[in-house]
């Protein structure tokens, strides 16, 4: 599967007869070098200016049976090939110190490329130069944008198409082939030119891996072997939708009897203020101790076991950051669990108008600690899942335990929360029965979160980030090896003008029928927005969108079987299952729902009428029954409540469509 082929001064590395390295003294596959990085933080925000002092190709070669050195001078890099479990794996050394590295990967002009991470803006990769640090993902994302303008000038909060939560050295090609650069360095993946990808990384990445196969539904299984695949998702989130409401027991409960009564099916309350709450100028925010408030949920662990017997599960909220001065802080602190400044005091990360505590996810103390705190003050109360939220935050400047730069474990941060969370999980036997979300990853989220979402978008009508932008989100992850994820309904980041209207809201409710679980969202500024609760026409509009949804459980049912077993996401792009389709490479915001529905969501203001693509095939419009062949570009009402869903024919689930449009119609 191997060949590495000497000619012409040319080293020529393929696998699997594709051609994956090409080096020349002409035109060198790495470089290596040095730069000095200054970098600007503000509240998770970071600006990046790098000062490269020197880029060296390493123009030499001499190949050693599969190991081959690259060098110049007295540097030498050695690259050792292999093949472990029918994947290509390359193993790098470098025999002086430099911080800066290149590596260029033989591209095709033809190529597509899909992942990164979490990308928003996005799917389709090639063109664009992605840098990839964990970060806020930004205020309207778009630099043209007035959102975008307003955040940069009053909070330095505006961000740009490629801030994300969720970075990733990873990648899937239409040459049906995934990469995977072996560092958490910061590192920008270049895919603009038309015969090779450059990566560059802060330091000297461990290696590579490539696997490769002939389809998509093949490549997924490989890849989610090696990154590791999440556990099946709880049932519950099958038989109705999450509110997200707050304000204490007995608001919570009353928001729960007005959904019933308006025979919205609810399957979990997500009460984020379950430890407190506090008002600040970005808008309600939450008070960041975890333990519970009795003042605003007396006898929870009770009510909880009420809920349960209503089929009614209970959810809430942590993060890594300890309110400053209070409880978990001066417990964390007085043992030495914290995070440090350079002056070796407990690091206070500004959260605007609050200061935390950062617990030191790498001292095994303050990590099992943490674990214990989950385990207590959420599983034990009965908690059947909750927001794991703000791993993206941790300090580039700050002293860790394992004396590891922090620069260098920034991107690393949220896989380590991430595994915090999932082995309180796992040691309490709760895998399967008790998940959490979460915003920032890194790989190994694969296998350590529960589930990913989408994070805070504007709630907006914006391409980069108000409602379409969280479908290139989920292809994105989805690709790389994260099956489930979500999006809040109706958005959440109310500011600089931008109020949630209830067309937004109605027509996030509908699109998220058709993903991993529905959950909604009161926002940053609750008050000032438009909330479900509010509006009767709206819950019967939930009524309708939850009815769907539980009609479809046999279905998703079987897409949850499939992500965790085989590591296909469920929401996916069309050339996963039409690959000849040269058309669905370039689609992002319509997607296919498991193999046998296509869904392409209303994220316009005002638009009744909709131009759809399917893929050759035999397509039933879910509302009307409409049989339509694909190959083409069909066109199809919208109205609220309607949005553009289709079906196989040959579906075996068509029973389960069939009953939907019969009801629903």
Same mark, same amino acid.
């Given at each position: ?36 990085e ?8 970071? #600006? ?15 190949? /050693? ?43 095709t ?6 992942g ?15 840098p990839?640090?964990?970060?806020? /993902? ?98 519950y ?15 919570v ?7 019933k ?5 609810v ?107 989950? #385990?207590?003050?959420?599983? #034990? ?7 794991a ?14 004396g ?21 999980v ?18 190994? /989220? ?13 709630v ?9 932008s969280?479908?290139?989100?989920a292809? /994105? ?114 997607y ?7 869904v392409k ?45 289709f ?19």
């Amino acid at each position: 599967m191997l060949k590495i082929i000497q000619e012409n001064k040319r080293i020529i590395v393929s696998f699997k007869n594709d051609i994956f390295l090409v080096h020349s003294e002409e035109e060198p596959a790495f470089y290596v070098g040095q730069g000095q990085e200054t970098i600007e933080s503000y509240r998770g925000n970071f #600006k990046i200016d790098d000062y490269i002092s020197e880029r060296i190709p390493l123009r030499e070669t001499s190949v /050693s049976g599969e190991n081959i050195t690259f060098s110049h001078e007295k540097i030498k890099l050695e690259l050792k090939l292999s093949i472990e479990q029918g994947r290509l794996v390359g193993q790098f050394k470098l025999n002086t110190m430099m911080n800066r590295f290149w590596f260029r990967l033989h591209a095709t002009h033809d190529e597509t490329i899909y992942g990164c991470g979490e990308q928003a803006s996005y799917f389709n990769m090639r063109g664009q130069y992605v840098p990839l640090i964990t970060t806020e /993902s930004g205020v309207g994302r778009d630099p043209h944008s007035l959102t975008t303008f307003y955040a940069n000038k009053v909070d330095k909060a505006g961000g740009s198409f490629f801030t994300t939560y969720y970075p990733e050295t990873s990648f899937v090609s239409s040459r049906k082939y995934y990469f995977h650069l072996d560092t958490y360095a910061y590192s920008i993946f270049d895919f603009r030119h038309q015969t090779f990808h450059e990566f560059m990384s802060w330091e000297i990445p461990k290696g590579f891996i490539i696997t490769q196969k002939d389809h998509y539904v093949e490549l997924l299984p490989d890849v989610t072997e090696y990154t590791g695949r999440p556990p099946l998702l709880p049932e519950y989130l099958l038989d109705g939708m999450i509110l997200g409401v707050q304000g204490g027991l007995d608001q919570v409960l009353t928001y729960l009897q007005k959904a019933k009564d308006h025979n919205i099916k609810v399957s979990g309350l997500w009460c984020q203020d379950w430890a407190g709450y506090r008002y600040t100028t970005f808008g309600k925010r939450l008070y960041w101790n975890w333990k519970l408030n009795e003042n605003l949920y007396p006898n929870l662990p009770n009510v909880i076991k009420g809920l349960n017997q209503d089929h009614v599960q209970f959810l809430s909220y942590i993060c890594p950051f300890l309110l400053e001065n209070e409880s978990l802080f001066l417990e964390a602190e007085r043992q030495g669990f914290l995070v440090l400044n350079q002056k070796n005091e407990s690091y206070k990360e500004d959260f605007g108008e609050f200061y935390c505590g950062i617990v030191d996810l790498t001292n095994p103390q303050a990590y099992d600690w943490y674990k214990e705190v989950i #385990k207590n003050n959420l599983i #034990k109360l009965g908690i059947k899942g909750w927001m794991a939220d703000f791993g993206e935050y941790l300090p580039i400047d700050c002293k860790l335990h394992n004396g590891v730069d922090a620069l260098l474990m920034h991107n690393e941060w949220p896989v380590l929360w991430a595994k915090c969370n999932y082995e309180a999980v796992q040691e309490t036997n709760n895998l399967g029965k008790v998940f959490y979300f979460m915003r920032a990853g890194g790989f190994g /989220s694969q296998r350590y979160a529960t589930s990913i979402w989408a994070g805070d978008q504007s709630v907006n009508w914006e391409t980069h980030d108000g409602i379409a932008s969280v479908i290139p989100a989920a292809l /994105s992850v989805g690709m790389i090896g994260n099956p489930y994820t979500h999006s809040d309904i109706g958005g959440y980041t109310s500011l600089h003008g931008n109020i949630r209207t209830k067309e937004l809201f109605d027509r996030w409710c509908e699109m998220n029928v058709f993903t991993s679980y529905m959950r909604t969202h009161e926002g940053n500024r609750p008050k000032d927005n438009f909330q479900f609760y509010n509006d009767s026409d709206t819950m019967h509009h939930m009524a309708r969108m939850t009815g769907v949804r539980v009609m479809l459980k046999p279905y998703i049912k079987h897409l949850f079987h499939e992500a965790s077993l085989l590591g296909f996401p469920v929401q996916r792009p069309l050339f996963f299952h039409y690959e000849n389709d040269n058309q669905a490479y370039h689609l992002q915001y319509q997607y296919l729902f498991g193999k046998d529905m296509l869904v392409k969501p209303v994220v316009s203001e005002h638009q009744t009428t909709m131009n759809v693509y399917l893929p050759d095939d035999q397509w039933i419009h879910l509302w009307t029954g409409v049989e339509y062949t694909g190959g083409k570009e069909v066109t199809v009402d919208c109205p609220m409540g309607y949005p553009p869903v289709f079906y196989l024919k040959k579906s075996s689930f068509a029973y389960v469509f069939q009953n939907i449009t019969k009801t629903y119609a």
